[in-house]
């Protein structure tokens, strides 16, 4: 599946030697990994728990892994993406992108990322010194899926 | 339209509410009778949870950032409503 929403840890060596085993086609590899830190919005974070809308989310991110096959001149995209409770330092998502040349492994690998921020259904809450607070969408991630 | 008991058939949504929503309203769903016009749409369903009045007409006020999909698809405003949807009522998104 090039498309994975789980609450259990993931191997980012193991994922990339999966992407592309056996691929002789490939000759660029590029990997985001995106991690709990332990501020957000100048308060203290202890744990973050994120939420899905099963069914929906895995169609969404399956969409967004079609869109950037079909804008970039690569070969194989991999979504993965956690839910349920993370603590600081955690892993939250990873895509990879292969191709045959680095631009286009880039550029998706990019895409990919900054669209699933701002159209993938996901939900994060966080727990701070002063209570939980579910955290507000960034009209920053708005700015940089619009670039595409 | 009675159906076979007599009873009037009323066409129902399976509404959902995620994340903020869902603890802002109390609940993770409903099944919602739709209102009995030849067309429903989006507009007209969230006027009808709107109607409420309390935290469903401020969570759901003109100009909140609500989105809805139906079916697991975002949808608009005007997208029509039918007897059996998953009408999922949904924050903006917030992973990655």
Known sequence: MTVRVQ??????????????????????VASFVGTVRDVNDAATVSTLTL????????????????????????????????????????????VVVTGAHREAAFDACRFLMDYLKTKAPFWKKEVTP??????DARASDDEAAARW | MPDASGSPRIATVDVVY?????????????????????????????????????????ELAHGRAVRIAINHSMVALDAPVRAGDEFAVLPPVTGG
């Open chain 1, 7 to 28: 609450t259990a840890d993931f191997d980012v060596g193991r994922e990339i030697a999966a992407l592309r085993a056996g691929d002789a086609r490939v000759g660029a």
């Open chain 1, 51 to 94: 939420e899905h809308y099963p069914g929906m989310t895995e169609k969404a991110l399956a969409a967004i892994v079609d869109d950037a096959k079909a804008r970039f001149d690569i070969l194989e995209a991999l979504v993965v993406h956690r839910v349920g409770e993370l603590k600081p330092t955690d892993q939250i998502v990873l």
């Open chain 1, 130 to 135: 002063d209570g939980a607070r579910w955290v």
């Open chain 2, 18 to 58: 995620l994340a903020r929503l869902r603890e802002a309203f109390g609940t993770t769903g409903e099944a919602l009778a739709l209102p009995s016009l030849p067309l429903v749409t989006v507009a007209d369903v969230l006027a009808q949870l709107r109607s409420r009045g309390g935290v469903w007409a401020a």
